[in-house]
């Protein structure tokens, strides 16, 4: 049974359409990847799902409900930028958590704190990129959620911290939730999906299990990708 039900979503920014008639429907249990080029409506389609855009059309149903006060009780959301205060420090933030999210695990955001190697009194203004997406993260995978919407966590950031970050995602993962990840580092990550969304110009041009993607094309999901958008783009 599906727990993100999706049909005839559009969405415009003005007169551009960046979701167009969006049909889709997301069981629990499975990593998603959420991929397509800059601009073909990611991240727009998870802040629908994660209750923070609402001028849209359609329907969009997270555990039976239009996003409100109950889905975001069950949706964990990873934004692609950084939302947190300069003059916070991990520990603030695990306080900030603790107050807005029944289900947030302090002990679970702890441990990764220290697999992460972070100092939980460092001011947030005095970390890197990568450790700033390294705590984001800790903060959203320490949650007990349904459904986990994760917007680039691995964007600008060195190819040890990927894995790192990639390790940790994984197990942290709750097998009975659902999470869409959303990348272009699609080499790095695809060996997680169970299914990928490819997204472009706003309308989905597959919906596929990785595996049937490599039985069916010969091809890994990196290598469609790239031939499903070079035509695309060469229209």
Not at 45 to 53: C, D, F, Q, R, V
Not at 166 to 183: C, G, I, N
Request: glycine residues 6%.
């Amino acid at each position: 049974m599906s727990i993100i039900e999706i049909k005839n979503l559009n969405k415009k920014f003005g007169t551009n359409e960046v979701l167009k008639d969006l049909t889709l429907n997301l069981e629990p249990g499975k990593i998603i990847g959420l991929l397509g080029p800059n601009g073909c409506g990611k991240s727009t389609l998870l802040k629908i799902l994660a209750g923070l855009t609402s001028d849209y059309s359609g329907i969009v149903l997270l555990d039976g409900h239009a996003p409100d006060q109950h889905t975001k009780t069950i949706t964990s959301y990873l934004p692609e930028k950084t939302y947190l205060s300069g003059w916070m420090r991990p520990k603030d933030a695990f306080d900030y958590f603790q107050d807005f999210y029944a289900d947030f695990d302090r002990v679970k955001a702890s441990e990764m704190l220290k697999q992460f190697r972070l100092n939980e009194n460092q001011p947030i203004k005095n970390m890197s990129k990568g450790m700033q997406e390294k705590l984001q993260l800790v903060l959203v995978m320490a949650r007990k959620a349904r459904i986990y919407l994760l917007d680039e966590p691995m964007a600008g950031v060195d190819p040890a911290t990927r894995s790192a970050i990639l390790d940790v995602t994984l197990r942290q993962y709750q097998e009975d939730s659902l999470m869409v990840f959303a990348t272009h580092l699609i080499a790095d990550v695809e060996k997680v999906f169970d299914s990928v969304i490819f997204l472009g110009f706003g309308e989905v041009k597959l919906f596929e299990d990785v595996d049937l993607i490599r039985e069916k094309y010969g091809k890994s999901v990196d290598e469609l990708f790239r031939e499903v958008f070079a035509c695309l783009v060469s229209l």
